[in-house]
Every structure is written in structure tokens, then in C-alpha cells.
């Protein structure tokens, strides 16, 4: 059990165009569900933290305009990069965490580049 | 706020010889404790967790970990590693409190683990 999909697992873009990634939690309702970013060889940062149905809290130094936070359902996040230039290229990995039990589920991961 | 330090950015090591590596962590509160592994172009697999209980951890592939308290250490060892464990090794922490960020994880640096035939 504790499954998350996130998709898609690369993605390349035109730089100016905007790139949706969605995460999604197949087997348990994710009350909560985490956004990093992690560049070449380092650890994962937070970019936000989006509970259901409410507004995503962001991370010191993350824009909220470039980098949008849906979570609309219990089995549904979704991050838009808006306007993407090159140095937004990164991989993208959400994680989710149900409320009835103490766990992290991560998703596979997003490689972007943007071109 | 907690951090976390991993020690050694990379450990190579020869196949099934025992490896550690280590983890240290920074709170004014009390934690909860995981290590996570990362396979290229790939998510984090949780490994195991420290909870409450028994400082001993027995997680998946074999390995385990420890947690000690005076020391705000948790490292994680296995005693034989095969060439499927090379990877990419995170150590994290989240508060053991509920109550706002309480849910969040602060990782390490990561460890690169190469197993060398």
C-alpha cells in the first residue's frame, strides 16, 4: 500500500511556457502532500507544503507565483512551473502523507529542463 | 527548527564488506528519524524509521539503525553490501510534536554509497 504517482517523470520545455506535474496518491487519502526540488547532486529542498483545500505554504525564497500549488483533493496535487526559464530545470519530487498514520510516500520524481 | 548532517558526501566500498554511515542531527525538540535511498532519476524509498521504542531499527535490504540519544546520532550500517546497494542515502527528521511544520522532513546532505565489485 501508500502508492504515489507522480507524473510526468520528464518533461521538456520552451522556456516561457508553463509545465504542470501531478501528483497523485492511489491508495490512501494524502491530507497533506510536500513539493522539493533537488539539483545535481545535492539534497531535496522544500519548496511548500499543501494541505487539502487550502492555500500551500511556501518556503523561504520560493516564489508563489512561479511555482503554483494545487490540492484540491484527498489523492490530487498538482505544481505548475509558470513562465519557465532555464535555471527552473530541476528534478521535482512530491511526497504525501496520510492523516490516519505516520509516513512519508514519495513520488518517482519530475526531471525538468527547460530549453 | 532541526538540521541534519551527514558526515561523508561518499563512501565507497568494496561488495560484502560492511559499510556505516553516518547521521547526526541538530533539535531543541524531540524527533522522528529516517533514512531514505535514491536510486538515479528515481523518488526516495524509506529504508526505516526511528519512531519511539526500541533505539535499534531493522529496515528493508538488510539494514539498520540506531538511535542515540546523547549522541543525536542515527547511522545506518549493513553488514555485507552487494552492488545493488549502490545509491544515494538521505538521512531526515521531522519534530515528534504535532502542531504547525510538524510534518515537515529537514535531510541531510546525502551520502553517495558506491560498492566497488
Known amino acids: 500500500g501508500a502508492v504515489v504517482s507522480q507524473h510526468p517523470s520528464w518533461v521538456i520545455c520552451k522556456s516561457g511556457t508553463s509545465v504542470k506535474i501531478e501528483c497523485r496518491s492511489l491508495?490512501?487519502?494524502?491530507?497533506?502532500m510536500f513539493w522539493y526540488r533537488q539539483f545535481p547532486k545535492q539534497s531535496l529542498m522544500l519548496m511548500a507544503t499543501?494541505?487539502?483545500?487550502?492555500?500551500?505554504?511556501?518556503e523561504q525564497g520560493v516564489e508563489k507565483d512561479k511555482f503554483l500549488i494545487n490540492h484540491a483533493s484527498l489523492t490530487l496535487s498538482t505544481l505548475t512551473v509558470t513562465s519557465a526559464h532555464p535555471e527552473d530545470s530541476s528534478f521535482y519530487i512530491c511526497?504525501?502523507?496520510?492523516?490516519?498514520?505516520?509516513?512519508?510516500?514519495f513520488g518517482s520524481g519530475t526531471r525538468l529542463t527547460v530549453v | 527548527a532541526q538540521s541534519v548532517t551527514q558526515l561523508d558526501s561518499q563512501v565507497p566500498v568494496f561488495e560484502e564488506a560492511p559499510v556505516e554511515l553516518r547521521c547526526n542531527y541538530s533539535?531543541?525538540?524531540?524527533?522522528?528519524l529516517f533514512w531514505y535511498v535514491q536510486y538515479p532519476n528515481q523518488g526516495l524509498q524509506l529504508l526505516l524509521k526511528?519512531?519511539?521504542?526500541?533505539?535499534l531499527v531493522k529496515g528493508i535490504n538488510g539494514f539498520e539503525a540506531e538511535f542515540n540519544k546523547s549522541q543525536t546520532s542515527f547511522h545506518l550500517r549493513k553488514p555485507s553490501v552487494h552492488i545493488s546497494d549502490t545509491a544515494e542515502y538521505f538521512c531526515a527528521v521531522s519534530a515528534s510534536y504535532s502542531g504547525a511544520g510538524s510534518y515537515q522532513l529537514t535531510f541531510g546532505k546525502g551520502t553517495k554509497l558506491s560498492v566497488i565489485p
Open positions: 511526497s504525501a502523507k496520510a492523516q490516519s498514520r505516520y509516513g512519508y510516500t
Open positions: 499543501s494541505n487539502e483545500g487550502s492555500k500551500a505554504t511556501y
Open positions: 526511528y519512531l519511539s521504542g526500541s533505539t
Open positions: 491508495d490512501f487519502q494524502a491530507t497533506t
Open positions: 533539535s531543541s525538540v524531540s524527533v522522528y
